[in-house]
């Protein structure tokens, strides 16, 4: 989708422990999904989680309090949000399509 020379970086946040996210990573290469070739930066506090508002709260309370929507969003050079895609199913995620239409925009990815 992004050519490695283009200056697209792409993160993870999750709410889980460095470690539990290294083991999630790992499990995807083991199953054959793919290798995850991007930083998961842990967020248990839920700062970043909440500062952009995508916290799930039906999970309010329960065992997964705290984790958020399945979100993607595009922030150019000067730290704006350009575009986002917040899905509120959890069984539901952005469309890679979605996200490279988005960069391309952006002027990023080649047309």
């Known amino acids: 989708m992004v050519k ?7 993160y993870a946040i999750s709410v889980d422990s460095p470690a539990v996210s290294k083991q999630f990573a790992e499990q995807i290469a083991a199953d054959g999904k793919g290798e995850v070739n991007f ?9 970043v989680i909440d500062g952009y508002g995508v916290r799930d709260s039906a999970y ?13 969003y595009v922030i150019d050079k000067k730290g704006r949000v350009t575009w986002s895609k917040i ?3 959890y069984k539901v995620r952005p469309n890679n399509g979605d996200v490279e239409s988005a960069l391309k925009n952006l002027r990023v990815v080649q047309q």
């Not at 930083?39 to 700062?47: F, T």
């Not at 309010?60 to 993607?72: L, S």
Request: charged share 30%; net charge negative; no cysteine.
């Open 4 to 10: 490695e020379e283009t200056q697209v970086r792409f």
């Open 39 to 47: 930083p998961i930066l842990s967020d248990p506090a839920h700062r």
């Open 87 to 89: 899905e509120t199913d």
């Open 60 to 72: 309010n309370g329960q065992k997964f309090e705290g984790i958020p929507h399945a979100t993607v």
